[in-house]
């Protein structure tokens, strides 16, 4: 069974920055699509950076330039670089993991807040 455990998450000022992380219990190579999601009290999950297994990265246009996603495959730990940190950025992130057969593994997330 596939885990994901993600950390990093806090309180900051705005302008701050965080470094969120996910530790998976498996090889990243068995994954097809790594990524980092959010959400806020009654929304929906939304996608906030995915990176391919040819270190592909795409971003959500609220986030781009800001944040970076990356992998060390030698500690099966995928990253999320966030700068320039917004009260709107405020939400629960969430690691996802996709295999080429698509299924899905989810972090259990980890709180962000960002104070004005």
């Known amino acids: 069974q596939v885990q994901l455990v993600d950390s990093g998450g806090g309180l900051v000022q705005s302008g701050g920055s965080l470094r969120l992380s996910c530790v998976a219990s498996t090889s990243l190579d068995r994954f097809s699509i790594l990524g980092w999601y959010r959400q806020v009290p009654g929304q929906n999950r939304q996608v906030v950076a995915q990176?391919?297994?040819?270190?592909?990265?795409i971003y959500a246009n609220s986030v781009e330039g800001r944040f970076t996603i990356s992998t060390n495959n030698a500690k099966n730990t995928v990253y999320l670089q966030m700068n320039s940190l917004k009260p709107d950025d405020t939400a629960v992130y969430f690691c996802?993991?996709?295999?080429?057969?698509?299924?899905?593994?989810w972090g259990q997330g980890t709180q962000v807040t960002v104070s004005s």
């Open positions: 990176i391919m297994p040819d270190e592909t990265a």
């Open positions: 996802n993991a996709q295999t080429m057969r698509l299924v899905t593994y």
